[in-house]
Each structure stands twice: as structure tokens, then as C-alpha cells.
């Protein structure tokens, strides 16, 4: 006969943060906002799409099992456990929860378990509350104040030139931007011209280190600023191509030995075993780092580097706002910046606005790209605004690679799933539909490669309409 759990420990499984048993399990956790994004812990997948919001305490996945969600550490570690929220589980849960978060679980009896695993204090959140967003116009106003003050390093030029294959008087057409060195500066700049910048994406009030008062700061990382538009070519945000994108540890434990690592800024990897420091050096990207405790495997740390494109946010941050993600529409350069001579009777549907800028160059049509696989819908918002006969979808050529390993399973299974939403999102609209195929084995996977290499791909009709 199971016995009783005291109602302090149950009260104790109750109370621990989602965030804090993530971070004991060991899960990678990538900070975007407000949220952290993870792998999902009940479908495989290769893009993180399982959002954890700390100030919330609640998790959700947005990706393939989006109806998986909740609050609290326990309905989450049935998840994790045992795929499924079940509240036949919920005693075992709470133990599992004590366990990961080095919490004896005592009995009714007086009997109690210990845990071998390190105490994991809990987490202080205080959640800020974002700005509203400013009016569009004087978000706008603000964006075309960033563009005219910023200009391109030689670095960037030359990446656009040389690998983008784009030429100089595109590369100003589009407007690119380098993120400034002294981003306090171009936002002390734009403040003059304004009032405020309170509500604005990207723009925060930073308080002087002597207490002195505020000043108006920029939030962003050295990178590429690519503008994202609407149907009528005016700037809505911008989405920031990375220079150096950081790295982050995943922990692959062997018989869940508790094992935590972290990467500094210089990129020194420290595993630590039970609080005790077992492993640092120096990493890079892809590595795969074995860790052993006297001269037995407990685990590997695989090393990633965090997503190259983000968006230029200041949420959580004072006076900052979050951006809220939106569709791209790139016009070929001859029909910039509003497309008003450009036929959309055929639109390119793709993913990433840096992509479809390259994309509509070559094809002369315009495109519409959403900012990531789990925000296709985006897309179709976008598309229809031109109101298009056809839409021809060139998703990345993962959603066709031949499959030979879990890796590539996982990531065409998901990119295949926004192959068929799409489909039926458009079809319920009337529109036809083409699908852009090509073998990546022999030629590129995104298909701004393929242009830029000087193939195309192959249209297959899915649905037509027109007959």
C-alpha cells in the first residue's frame, strides 16, 4: 500500500516555479522575452517550440502537441515523465518533483525520502509590465528616424555582397543597418526628436550608475538590422541578424546523473556534479563533450549555438515593449517600396525576410514570409492582403531531405506539418497552390541558395483553382 505524502510536501511540489524544475532537469532554456523556449518535452522536434513563462508559471508548446500546457511544476513533470497529464499520476508526480529539486518527501508516517540531487533554491521573479505598444505612426516616425542615422559596416556590406549576391544599390534599396556600437547614443539622438520613446520596440530608459537620473537606450547585439514590412513597404519592426550568436549546453546525463553547465561570455564551458565543479574549458560550436567522474561516463554536453536571427525587442526591460511578430512582404527591387507596379496575381510564400528580399529579386514576384515555422499563420495574413491568385510555397528544403537520421526526421516532420497547414489555410481562401521542390542533396537548402546559385526549383501543382 503506497503511503501518505504530507501535505507540506505536496504544498512544497505545489509552489516550485515551472522555470526552477526545467532548470533542474536540465533543459537548455533560451530566453526570448518573457519566456524561455525549450525542445518539447513530449513530441521530438529539432526547432524549440515549448514556451516557458516563469512570471506566469505556466508552459505551453506551440509546436506539434500544441494542446500540451499548463501551470506548475507538477501537471509539467507529468509531461516530461510520462508524456501525458494524468491525475492518477499526481503523488508520483509530486515525488518526482521533490526529487529533481533536492526536497525530501515526507510521509504521514514520518517516514521520509532524501534526494542525492542538490537543493535548487527557488527562483525570485518580479514581473515588469511592458509599455504598451505606441501608435503605429509613431512607431514608423521612430524606425525611419533608426534607418536615417545608422549605416552599413564594411563586414556587413561584404557579407550581402558576396554571399548574398546582392548588389550596392539593392543593399540600399533594402535598407539594411548595422546595429549601432554606441546604441546609447543613436537613442539619446531619436529621443530629441520625440517626446518619448516609451512603447517603441527595441528602445528602453536605462538608469545612470550614480542614480543621477534616466537616459533613453537601445536593446540588440551586434548584427545586421533587416527592416520588416507591410503590404505598403513601411517598416513594422526589424528582425536582427546576428553576428556571433551565443552558445548554450545541452545536457545528455547518463542515468540522470545531476549534472549543470553553463558558458561564460568567453565561452569557457563549467559542468558542475553536486554543486562540485568537474569540468571547464574552452568550447566552440558543435562540440560534443564527454564528462566522466573517475574515468566512468556520466554524461555529455552537446554545445549549440542560439538562434542567428531575433527580433529587435525591449520587453521586461523599463519603459521597454515586446515586438509583436509580423508578416514580411518583400517586393522585387523595381516595384520598392510599396509594390503598387508589381502583378501579386502569383505571391512566393517562404520563411524569413531576409530570405524572401533575396528571393523576389531573382523570381520578380512578391513574396511573403513568416519569421518562423511555428508562426506560419503569419503568412496567410500577409498573402491575402495582395490578394493573389497563386501562392507558390518554398519552404526550406528539409520538408522533402531524405530521411537517414533523427535528426532530419524530426525537422521534416515539422516542417512538413507547415507545408500542409498552409495548404489548407490557403485552399479555404480559394487561392491556388504550388509547391516548390528541390533535392538539397545536390544543390542548397534554403531556397535564396538555390537562386543564389543560379538554379531554381520545380513547381508541382497541388491545387488549381483556375480550371
Known sequence: MRQRISEETIEFAKSVNVFDIAQAIGLPLEKTGKSYFTNCIVHSEKTPSFSIEPGKNRYHCFGQCHDTGGKGAISFIMYYEWKKYDETLFLQAVEKVCYYMGHPVVYTDGSRIESDRPVKPPSQFRERVDSPLAEPQMITA????????????????????????????????????????????????????????????????????????????????NGILIPVRNEYGIVQGFQLRVESPKLHPIIEAVNDHPLHAEISDTQILTVH?????????????SSKIPITIAGQLVGNVRVKKRNKYIWLSSTEKRKGSKVVPTYHVAYPPNGMPDGSTIDCSVVDITEGPLKGDIMSEYTGRPAVCFPGLSQWYLAVEGAMKLKPKKVILSIDGDAIRTIHNKDTDEEKEEAGEVVRSLIREFAAEGVSIDLALWDITRSSKGIDDLYISGMKPKLFSIIDFSK
Do not use: C
Request: hydrophobic share 30%.
Open 273 to 285: 556534479y553536486k554543486k562540485k565543479l568537474i569540468y571547464s574549458g574552452k568550447v566552440q560550436d
Open 142 to 221: 521612430v524606425y525611419r528616424s533608426l534607418i536615417d542615422k545608422l549605416s552599413l559596416k564594411k563586414e556587413h556590406i561584404n557579407h550581402l555582397r558576396f554571399e548574398r549576391r546582392m548588389t550596392i544599390d539593392v543593399i540600399g534599396l533594402r535598407q539594411y543597418r548595422s546595429y549601432p556600437e554606441r546604441p546609447y547614443v543613436i537613442a539619446g539622438e531619436i529621443n530629441q526628436e520625440f517626446t518619448t520613446l516609451e512603447g517603441v520596440p527595441g528602445f528602453y530608459e536605462s538608469v545612470r550608475q550614480d542614480g543621477s537620473g534616466t537616459y533613453w537606450n537601445m536593446s540588440g547585439i
